[in-house]
């Protein structure tokens, strides 16, 4: 079992920026690719972009491109996520994700990820 806890989720006027963390309990988690996922009230869980064990391959939602990096650091088992240019439909609970069926080409879909986060609350609101 994985435990991750994220943090850095605030409110931040539109256009501003933030830095989403993501800290697991175990370096096991260096071996997997790891995935960000938000939920805004009334909607489903969207994948927002992930991370191959190596950081060698990164993926992207459309709505985030350009304006969302994702980063890991594996000498601290922690996953980040800077966001940018934030927009009000950026609102969210932000999740971090992963597991041992992890896959780069699969890693926005919430069903092939098993350990998931408690979330963190970004608000773009002015």
């Known amino acids: 079992q994985v435990q991750l806890v994220e943090s850095g989720g605030d409110l931040v006027q539109p256009g501003g920026s933030l830095r989403l963390s993501c800290a697991a309990s175990?370096?096991?988690?260096?071996?997997?690719?790891i995935s960000w996922f938000r939920q805004a009230p009334g909607k489903e869980r969207e994948g927002v972009s992930c991370?191959?064990?190596?950081?060698?391959?990164?993926v992207y939602a459309e709505s985030v491109k350009g304006r969302f990096t994702i980063s890991r650091d594996n000498a601290k088992n922690t996953v980040y996520l800077q966001m940018n240019s934030l927009k009000p439909e950026d609102t969210a609970v932000y999740y971090c994700?992963?597991?041992?069926?992890?896959?780069?080409?699969?890693?926005?879909?919430?069903?092939?990820?098993?350990?998931w986060g408690q979330g963190t609350q970004v608000t773009v609101s002015s």
């Open positions: 994700a992963t597991g041992p069926r992890s896959r780069v080409g699969t890693c926005l879909k919430s069903s092939a990820v098993d350990y």
């Open positions: 175990r370096s096991t988690v260096n071996y997997y690719t």
């Open positions: 991370i191959s064990s190596s950081a060698g391959s990164v």
